[in-house]
Protein backbone atom coordinates (compact mmCIF):
# COMPACT_ATOMS: atom_id res chain seq x y z
CA UNK A 1 0.00 0.00 0.00
CA UNK A 2 1.69 3.43 -1.03
CA UNK A 3 0.76 6.59 0.42
CA UNK A 4 1.59 9.99 -2.00
CA UNK A 5 1.55 12.73 -0.31
CA UNK A 6 0.17 16.21 -2.24
CA UNK A 7 2.33 18.22 -3.72
CA UNK A 8 2.75 21.80 -3.54
CA UNK A 9 -0.21 22.36 -6.32
CA UNK A 10 -2.76 20.10 -4.68
CA UNK A 11 -2.01 22.37 -1.37
CA UNK A 12 -2.48 25.30 -3.14
CA UNK A 13 -5.88 23.85 -4.30
CA UNK A 14 -6.43 22.13 -1.31
CA UNK A 15 -6.33 25.85 0.54
CA UNK A 16 -8.29 27.52 -1.84
CA UNK A 17 -11.28 25.16 -0.98
CA UNK A 18 -10.83 25.62 2.60
CA UNK A 19 -10.97 29.32 2.04
CA UNK A 20 -14.01 29.21 0.21
CA UNK A 21 -15.76 26.48 2.64
CA UNK A 22 -15.07 28.64 5.58
CA UNK A 23 -14.41 32.17 4.72
CA UNK A 24 -10.87 34.04 5.45
CA UNK A 25 -12.69 35.25 9.10
CA UNK A 26 -12.93 32.10 10.44
CA UNK A 27 -9.94 30.51 9.53
CA UNK A 28 -7.79 32.46 12.32
CA UNK A 29 -10.68 31.59 14.41
CA UNK A 30 -10.18 28.12 13.77
CA UNK A 31 -5.89 27.89 13.76
CA UNK A 32 -6.70 29.47 17.64
CA UNK A 33 -9.00 26.73 18.32
CA UNK A 34 -7.01 24.23 16.83
CA UNK A 35 -3.56 25.06 18.76
CA UNK A 36 -6.20 25.37 22.08
CA UNK A 37 -7.01 21.74 21.45
CA UNK A 38 -3.84 20.87 20.47
CA UNK A 39 -2.23 21.94 23.91
CA UNK A 40 -4.53 19.92 25.72
CA UNK A 41 -4.39 17.08 24.46
CA UNK A 42 -0.57 17.33 24.96
CA UNK A 43 -1.35 18.04 28.88
CA UNK A 44 -3.44 15.27 28.92
CA UNK A 45 -1.05 13.09 27.81
CA UNK A 46 1.56 14.14 30.04
CA UNK A 47 -0.51 14.40 33.16
CA UNK A 48 -1.80 10.63 31.74
CA UNK A 49 1.52 9.43 31.59
CA UNK A 50 2.65 10.81 35.16
CA UNK A 51 -0.54 8.77 36.90
CA UNK A 52 1.14 5.61 34.78
CA UNK A 53 4.48 5.89 36.57
CA UNK A 54 4.55 4.33 39.62
CA UNK A 55 5.87 7.18 42.35
CA UNK A 56 8.94 6.97 43.36
CA UNK A 57 9.82 9.72 44.94
CA UNK A 58 8.05 9.00 48.05
CA UNK A 59 10.43 5.74 49.14
CA UNK A 60 13.21 8.27 48.64
CA UNK A 61 11.70 11.10 50.57
CA UNK A 62 10.57 8.46 53.06
CA UNK A 63 14.60 7.35 53.26
CA UNK A 64 15.73 11.00 53.85
CA UNK A 65 13.46 11.44 56.89
CA UNK A 66 15.01 7.98 58.32
CA UNK A 67 18.53 8.98 57.93
CA UNK A 68 17.95 12.39 59.58
CA UNK A 69 17.06 10.13 62.83
CA UNK A 70 19.56 8.41 63.33
Given at each position: ??????????????????????????LPEMARALGRS?????????????????????????????????
Amino acid sequence: RVVVMPGPTEWIIIGIVVVLLFGAKKLPEMARALGRSSSEFKKGLQEGSKDDEPDTAEPKAEKKADNSSE
